[in-house]
């Protein structure tokens, strides 16, 4: 997997909102993917729940790389 993020607090945050940041992940093969959301993604969820409770929206979307 690789990890992208962007986002930043400085650059127009949204004063009611709050600074939005967006994660990305590349995996190689759908499998990879796959992989992911049974093995890990649930542990990384509830480490968000953990830390910032009900102060944050996530959502998936999963996208084709086109070159």
Do not use: C
């Amino acid at each position: 997997f690789h990890l992208r993020r962007s986002g930043n607090p400085g650059e127009e945050t949204d004063e009611e909102e709050g600074p939005t940041y967006a994660i990305q992940y590349y995996a190689d093969t759908k499998e990879h993917y796959e992989k992911y959301i049974e093995e890990f993604a649930p542990v990384m969820r509830q480490k968000l729940v953990d830390k910032w409770g009900d102060q944050f929206i996530a959502f998936r979307s999963l996208m084709r790389l086109v070159q």
